[in-house]
């Protein structure tokens, strides 16, 4: 079992930059792929970004390379991800995400991960 937490969402202005951090408590989080996903308004749950277990290997859904970093510690039980020059369009709820599966493999698909966490919202004003 993992349990998940996300932290850091936020109001910020189109730009901006913000930071959300993901704490896992349980077993072995450093087994464990892990992913960021968001959820617009309207709209399905999507991936944004996944993190190999070693923290080597990263993945971004394309639109949103460039501009947001995903990151992990695994010496804190933590996962990141940091977003820069932030559009309104970034309005969400943020969820990260646990593959039990671990390993090099990322996976993009929602099916592929076991645990979540409750979502921080990040809203973006323009």
């Known amino acids: 079992q993992l349990q998940l937490v996300e932290s850091g969402g936020g109001l910020v202005q189109a730009g901006g930059s913000l930071g959300i951090s993901c704490a896992a408590s349980?077993?072995?989080?450093?087994?464990?792929?892990m992913g960021w996903f968001r959820h617009l308004p309207g709209k399905e749950r999507e991936f944004v970004a996944g993190?190999?277990?070693?923290?080597?290997?990263?993945d971004y859904e394309s639109s949103l390379k460039g501009r947001f970093t995903i990151s992990r510690d695994n010496a804190k039980n933590t996962m990141y991800l940091q977003m820069n020059n932030l559009k309104p369009e970034d309005t969400a709820v943020y969820y990260c995400?646990?593959?039990?599966?671990?390993?090099?493999?990322?996976?993009?698909?929602?099916?592929?991960?076991?645990?979540w966490g409750q979502g921080t919202q990040v809203t973006v004003s323009s």
């Open positions: 349980g077993r072995a989080f450093s087994s464990y792929a």
């Open positions: 993190i190999s277990s070693s923290g080597h290997m990263v």
């Open positions: 995400a646990a593959d039990p599966r671990g390993g090099a493999r990322i996976a993009t698909m929602r099916s592929s991960y076991d645990y």
